[in-house]
């Protein structure tokens, strides 16, 4: 079976086995940073649910400089550089960044809301219909580690 959810290089290629548990328009500093865009579709799988032809290949940095200690590594191909994935060391999610991580984002469903919206930054809310948090929407619940 083709996973709708495939993404990655020509030397490491990502794929999903299961659909996001998380899927959002996530609009929080980090991200920001590291696409260049205001806000980035993003999709959260459970770690078990994606696999990695050559994790030997992926290069491994912290998703967020200003807290290098955390969670999320950002996954990098050390042949070409592309970016691949965000890999969780707790083992609870890996994370796609569709239009940046060679996937297809027209196979991915649409975001259901906005994630990390801040107020104080000088951008207007959303108002395309769907919901607006400060985080993750309030129901989501962390995975337990694979």
Known sequence: MTSPYAGGCE????????????????HCNVCKG????QHTHVAFFNYGDVSVDHPEKMKRQPFNA??????????TCADCGAALMLDDKEKRIRVAVPNVMGYDDAAFPTASY??????????EKPSDGRPVYEGLRPDFTWPASA
Do not use: R
Not at 17 to 26: L, T
Not at 114 to 123: C, G, I, N, R, T
């Open 11 to 26: 030397h490491v290629h990502i794929k999903a086995s299961a659909e996001p548990i998380d899927n959002h328009e996530c």
């Open 34 to 37: 590291v696409t260049g865009q």
């Open 66 to 75: 200003a807290n290098p200690n955390g969670p999320l590594e950002l996954c």
């Open 114 to 123: 906005h994630a990390f919206y801040d107020e104080s930054k000088p951008y």
